[in-house]
């Protein structure tokens, strides 16, 4: 079992800058890819970034390459995501989730397996 509780989502101007925190919880952590997805109100939860289980290979949906950055710390059970130039329509709801596929990380929401709750990202003109 692995619990996740995101932190760091809040209000910011376009342009500006956030950093999310993914905290998890169980021994296994290390063992997890672990991925960011994003809803908007009235719209499907999407993918936005992912890292394997090593760090060592991450991807990102087309819409935030080269302004968000994905991460992750296995000696503190964190996965962070950096974002940067941030824009109204990056406004979402952001949820860490884990998974265990073995090509993963999962960009779809069927492949993961452990979700957090989210954190608000609200980005104001």
């Known amino acids: 079992q692995v619990q996740l509780v995101e932190s760091g989502g809040g209000l910011v101007q376009a342009g500006g800058s956030l950093r999310l925190s993914c905290a998890a919880s169980g021994r296994t952590f290390g063992g997890y890819h672990m991925g960011w997805f994003r809803q908007a109100p009235g719209r499907e939860r999407e993918f936005v970034a992912g890292i394997r289980w090593s760090g060592l290979s991450t991807r990102y949906a087309d819409s935030v390459k080269g302004r968000f950055t994905i991460s992750r710390d296995n000696a503190k059970n964190t996965v962070y995501l950096q974002m940067n130039s941030l824009k109204r329509e990056d406004t979402a709801i952001y949820y860490c989730?884990?998974?265990?596929?073995?090509?993963?990380?999962?960009?779809?929401?069927?492949?993961?397996?452990?979700w957090g709750r989210g954190a608000l990202v609200t980005i104001s003109s």
């Open positions: 989730a884990a998974d265990r596929t073995p090509i993963g990380p999962s960009s779809t929401t069927d492949g993961m397996e452990y």
